[in-house]
């Protein structure tokens, strides 16, 4: 069983949009029979903003003379389409994703989180893969606000494996996207699970790379090449 992680697939973004159809057209050629796909974030560059709503709100803005163009493309179906529908099918159904910080452009209706919690029930949420593996998403990013929700989640699966997603980097540029308290608060957490997590899984950092950080397994999939994790 492997796991392969699709990192900003970003839709709108050249450069991002190019490597996703190189990684899609090699996933092709690899995955197998029970493998999964996780999709952390950044699914969309402007956070597909076409619903009249917004178009409405940025003519608004624009009779008051304020600043802040917005792209109305509808980045989310071209990611259904050329992303999310050929993945499910791949993957016979196992495709897992969240949103990023691009994702939430759009205003005031943000389709791309719509469209999360349409598949998932949540912005945040968990998955029993199977009888064994558990999947933790916590969306953007871990908070606060998902204090309690991690802490739960982990104490109903402490005798599971554990896989955590979410969209931000914990080291490296851009890292500072979330605070050095809540990144403290987060390793607190964890901690008395090292031996359950199997790897966390994130983009937002355009590069493909696998870090130990604090005895645990942190994947990017968001650069140039594809990257997985396999259970044996």
Same mark, same amino acid.
């Given at each position: ?11 709108? /973004? ?8 190189? !990684?899609?057209?090699?996933? %092709? ?21 076409? %619903? ?15 600043? /802040? ?12 389409? /050329?992303? +999310? /529908? ?31 919690? !349409? ?5 945040? +949420? ?21 204090? &309690?929700? &991690? ?16 969209? +931000? ?13 809540? !990144? ?8 008395? +699970? ?39």
């Amino acid at each position: 069983m492997r796991f392969y992680i699709l990192g900003d697939t970003q839709i709108n /973004n050249v450069e991002q949009e190019l490597r996703t159809q190189k !990684k899609i057209l090699d996933l %092709h050629k690899v995955v197998q029979k029970g493998d999964v796909l996780l999709i952390p974030g950044d699914l969309t560059n402007d956070g597909s903003n076409t %619903h009249f709503i917004n178009k409405a709100f940025e003519k608004l803005k624009s009779c008051f003379n304020l600043s /802040n163009v917005t792209n109305f493309d509808d980045q989310l179906s071209i990611f259904i389409k /050329n992303v +999310y /529908n050929p993945m499910y099918k791949l993957f016979d159904g196992q495709v897992f994703i969240c949103h990023g910080n691009h994702d939430e452009i759009a205003y005031p209706i943000k389709p791309v989180l719509n469209f999360v919690r !349409k598949k998932h029930g949540a912005t945040y +949420y968990t998955k029993q893969l199977n009888n064994n593996i558990t999947l933790i998403c916590l969306g953007k990013t871990f908070n606060k606000n998902r204090k &309690l929700f &991690l802490e739960n989640s982990l104490k109903l699966n402490k005798d599971k494996q554990i896989i955590i997603m979410q969209h +931000y980097n914990f080291i490296g540029p851009y890292s500072d996207f979330w605070s050095n308290k809540d !990144k403290q608060i987060f390793f607190n957490i964890i901690e008395d +699970y090292k031996k359950n997590i199997l790897f966390i899984a994130h983009g937002h950092l355009h590069i493909t790379s696998s870090d130990k950080i604090n005895g645990f397994t942190f994947i990017n999939g968001a650069g140039d090449s594809n990257i997985s994790f396999e259970i044996v």
